[in-house]
């Protein structure tokens, strides 16, 4: 049986292509030997639960590890203590007798719990159940190390925090009452976030019961190495003749190793961009233009993690509007993990702390977000219905003709927009002709926006038409010297980009403007520069 890439579930390595996450293992190893209890909180497939199962096989030595999935509780097994205690008790036996370490537990303590749950009206509590836990916990012959899965999904309830008061209780008498080596708890929602869901407004939410959790700071993002890494088993095995580290280097820069979003471009490689016409003799799979079409694809459908990340931002308009003032208009938003909709940006995945501003954690999701808020924006846009009108117009021997787009863009915005002020030009301008643009190459090209040169004054947008790229700078008018800067800074980005032809939008609000389009010549660079 051949190795796939999968996005659905757990992978496992003898069915599926990869990353080796031994180090990660070895980090989180170290916090169970510390005596530490604590939350692996990261977003939807971020690869939670193909760690905690690695963990649980690579503890094992040195542990008791019992690996309970709360996914499977169902709501009536959380309504009431001796429920939840039941259906706890129950799982935790059957992992018990999974277990390849299960010699190591007292089979007569054993049988109490199982006593207690199987005993017709014993009337199991939270404090009976602890009871036994712990006496389990003193007479096993190795530490036990308790993993817990999908905790949010008996999150909504009061008898789940009273299950974390119970855990924090032993934490804190442990010198004295045996109890879990480590408890490690998986969620999305950081435990703290928790009171939002079963508690009134009114109620502070950072009372929590976890209070004694340690920090968890393992990075289970993959880096460009860790991508190589399983791109060269995958070569191995099919003789693509890629570029290994540079195909790692692209998905990188598309994902920042977001694993699910790795795994997806890379099965889209492998699986059906190969099925394309443009790419049917093999050749050009597995190389950038094989990425970009990979990508256009995944922005087209629908998929749960993009659907669940709209879903938050219709809950959360704060950090809808954080994310639209960073991707507009190059909000400098300084981070801080107590500022709400930051933190349930971060929680959720959408966001991260970079340099101590506030970013958006990957282009693919900026690109995603970009073409929602360009739908949303397009039916009142003036801007978009001239694209769509023009559009016919770009397009000569398979190729985008960048220069007819710019001047074009150039007549529309004086016609349309040419009288307003600065105040203007720095909040719409930018927007104005990425709606533009939109109508030009959807469905055959994608755009987006480079984080790295992002700020109020300067954007460089990148779009990507049938495996050829154009490079175009846009900025706000700030004097002749920052226009050669500009210039000069566009320069060097084509050289990042194998470009030997760039493009310049100024948004300038000088009255003694020259509005339209010129060539300049640096080096063996040409810069079509337009001027609005």
Known sequence: MSKTFNTEGQCDQRFNYMVDINKRLGKIKRLVDRNKYFVINRARQFGKTTTLMALTQYLQEDYITVFLDFQKMSSEQCADEHSFSVAFAEMFLKSMGDSKKKDCIDSETLSKLKDLVYVKDCGISLGKLFEC?????????????????????ATNNQVFLDFLAQLRGYYIGRLTTPTFQSVILASVYDIKNLKLKIRPESDHKYNSPWNIAASFRVDMSFSAIDIAGMLREYEDDNHT??????????????????????????????EEI??????????????EAGIAEAVKTILKEPAPLFENMIKQLDIYPDLRTILSDILYQGKAIPYSPLNEPINIGVMFGFLIEKNGQVAVSNRLFEMALLNLFISEEASKSESYRSGLQDKNQFIKNGLLDMDLVMAKFVRHYTD??????ERFMEEKGRKMFLLYIKPIINGIGNSYMEAETRDMDR???????LGQQYIIELKIWRGDAYNTRGEDQ???YLDAYHQKKGYMLSFNFNKKKEVGVK??????????????
Do not use: H
């Open 133 to 153: 836990l712990s006496q389990i916990c003193g007479k096993a012959k190795l530490p036990i190390a308790l993993i817990i899965d999908e905790v949010d999904s």
């Open 274 to 287: 190969p099925e394309y016409v443009r790419f049917a003799n093999g050749e050009d799979v597995w190389t």
């Open 416 to 421: 349309v927009f040419g009288e307003n002020d």
């Open 241 to 270: 003749g890629m570029n290994v580290e540079r195909i790692a280097a692209i998905i990188y820069r598309y994902t920042s190793g977001y694993p699910f979003l790795v795994s997806l471009i890379c099965k889209m490689l492998d």
């Open 519 to 532: 060539i300049i010549q640096i080096g063996d660079k040409t810069i079509v520069e337009a001027v609005v």
């Open 459 to 465: 954007t460089d947008v990148i779009i990507d038409y």
């Open 490 to 492: 566009i320069s060097g």
